[in-house]
Nanobody, 123 residues
């Protein structure tokens, strides 16, 4: 089973960009689909993006489509989330997670999870 560690969060002004990284341990990383979720204060965790094991297929929530890009480098056991044109409503804790169920978006089908990284977008 992989262990996941996110990094790259921080404080950015609206319209700015951030790139999140999620480093995985273990030699089975390339067999997992990977996803990013986020949780805003007082709200439930929500799906942001997912990528298949080869990187050839991706899914996005409507709220980030066209602004965020998910990618992965299986040689580096890392998945990325490039976030552009950030908005205050993108603020939250961002989590990466692995899925052995293929390219899915339901939170219950993901696990294990990272510890999260905080993203704050100021207006």
């Amino acid at each position: 089973q992989v262990q996941l560690v996110e990094s790259g969060g921080g404080l950015v002004q609206a319209g700015g960009s951030l790139r999140l990284s999620c480093a995985a341990s273990g030699r089975t990383f390339s067999s997992y689909a990977m996803g990013w979720f986020r949780q805003a204060p007082g709200k439930e965790r929500e799906f942001v993006a997912a990528i298949g094991w080869s990187g050839g297929t991706t899914l996005y929530s409507d709220s980030v489509k066209g602004r965020f890009t998910i990618s992965r480098d299986n040689a580096k056991n890392t998945v990325y989330l490039q976030m552009n044109s950030l908005k205050p409503e993108d603020t939250g804790v961002y989590y990466c997670a692995a899925s052995a169920r293929g390219l899915v978006i339901k939170e219950v089908l993901f696990g294990p999870w990272g510890q999260g990284t905080q993203v704050t977008v100021s207006s």
